[in-house]
């Protein structure tokens, strides 16, 4: 299994930017997949996921202004952040696990099988 995250940049509060993970070696419904980010200092924290069930999870701090997509035919899941505060500044990361439904575990820390590289997103204030 590979994951490859990228779309990472610098923009200005208010702004977008759309992230993207090309996965290989895995079928997407037979894997929880999801985000996950790490401020400098800061542990790594759930921002979205689908459970292999389908269906979609957020962190209450992104509800609203994330939304998570993917496209099985590509192998690709996407993370499109609108309404971008400084407060999300991070490195982000794309995850899988295959021994359960969901990424992370009941208080929400990852527990992911795989990951992607990272990709940091930069929102100056």
């Known amino acids: 299994v590979q994951l490859q995250a990228s779309g990472g940049g610098l923009v200005h509060a208010g702004g977008s930017l759309r992230l993207s993970c090309a996965a290989s070696?895995?079928?997407?419904?037979?894997?929880?997949m999801g985000w996950f980010r790490q401020a400098p200092g800061k542990e790594r924290e759930f921002v979205a996921a689908y459970s292999w069930y389908g269906s979609i999870h957020y962190a209450d701090s992104v509800k609203g202004r994330f939304t998570i997509s993917r496209d099985n035919a590509k192998n690709t899941m996407y993370l499109q952040m609108n309404s971008l505060k400084p407060e999300d500044t991070a490195v982000y990361y794309c995850?899988?696990?295959?021994?359960?439904?969901?990424?992370?575990?009941?208080?929400?820390?990852?527990?992911?099988?795989?990951w992607g590289q990272g990709t940091l997103v930069t929102v100056s204030s």
């Open positions: 070696g895995l079928t997407f419904s037979s894997y929880g």
């Open positions: 995850a899988a696990r295959a021994r359960g439904p969901t990424p992370y575990n009941d208080y929400r820390r990852p527990i992911a099988d795989y």
